[in-house]
């Protein structure tokens, strides 16, 4: 059993969603129900570094946050680093025990009747794409451009596209599909909140657009997985 916390976890299905992004589902071992999450959060997983230490690593729920029995969160392998998303690839499968925190939120979801607009950028679906679906169930105004560096690579495409039809975007840089923010942000309607999670680069585009656009800070929640 790995880690602190109060809620104990195991794992109960691997997915290999793309060649670097791998999803782990988790149930209450205890059995029943697990703790309500909101679209956006995250939970503190313990994984342990290949030199024996004990850290956390943060990974967003991903899954449907209706959902009471599972969560689904997909960990992208990074090639550098101190190797935490290394160890996760390779020391977590069905089976695996974990004792975790409930899940916390630092990028929250508003609930009123205003439109929103959705931009995730690689690894960054995954938070994204929760709340894509709470979005999508209380049948609210959105839409979700999602960019990647190829078909291949972009994690959850085939069940979003599914889920979402034309409120869906990808963009694959690989095929010319290139994401232009500052169009994207100029169009959106004009009460729309607008949320952003990806590499620093594609949250310092949001930022410029927005500025650029005159768009009002308190409409721009942005995520960076530091
Ligand atoms: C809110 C949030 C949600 C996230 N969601 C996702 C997600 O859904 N999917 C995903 O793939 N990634 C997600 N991340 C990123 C993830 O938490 C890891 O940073 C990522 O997996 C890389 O970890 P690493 O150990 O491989 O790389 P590293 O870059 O080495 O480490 C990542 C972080 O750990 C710190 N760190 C490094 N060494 C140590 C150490 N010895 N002790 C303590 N801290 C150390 C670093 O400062 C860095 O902030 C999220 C991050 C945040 C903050």
Redesign the pocket.
């Known amino acids: 059993m790995l880690g602190k916390g109060p809620l104990e976890l195991m794992v109960s299905a691997v997915r290999q969603l793309a060649p670097r992004v791998r999803a782990f589902e988790l149930r209450n071992l205890q059995g029943g129900e697990l703790p309500a999450v909101e679209p956006g959060s ?1 939970l503190r997983i313990p994984v342990r ?1 290949p030199g024996g ?1 004990l ?1 956390e ?4 729920i ?1 899954s449907n946050p209706a959902r009471r029995d599972i969560y689904e ?4 392998r ?1 090639k550098q ?6 160890a996760v690839h390779e020391s977590y499968g069905i089976g695996t025990r974990l004792r975790v925190n409930p899940p916390a939120n ?1 990028f929250s979801l508003h609930d009123d009747e205003r439109p929103a607009l959705l931009i995730a950028g690689g ?1 960054g679906i ?1 938070p994204i794409k929760a709340m894509a679906r709470a979005l999508a169930n209380r049948g609210a105004e959105f839409r979700l451009h999602y960019a990647g560096r190829s078909r291949a690579e972009i994690a959850f495409r085939d069940r979003l596209e599914r889920q979402l039809g034309d409120r869906l975007q990808v963009h694959s840089s690989a095929e010319g599909e290139r994401l232009d923010i500052h169009a994207t942000l100029a169009m959106a309607p004009r009460n729309a909140l607008i949320y952003a999670c990806g590499p620093q680069r594609l949250i310092g585009a949001v930022q410029q657009a927005a500025r650029e656009l005159g768009i009002a800070r308190n409409r721009i929640r942005l ?1 960076f ?2």
């Open positions: 995250h570094l230490k850290v690593r943060h990974y967003s991903a969160i997909a960990v992208l990074k680093g101190s190797g935490g998303s290394r630092h690894i995954t995520e997985f530091s």
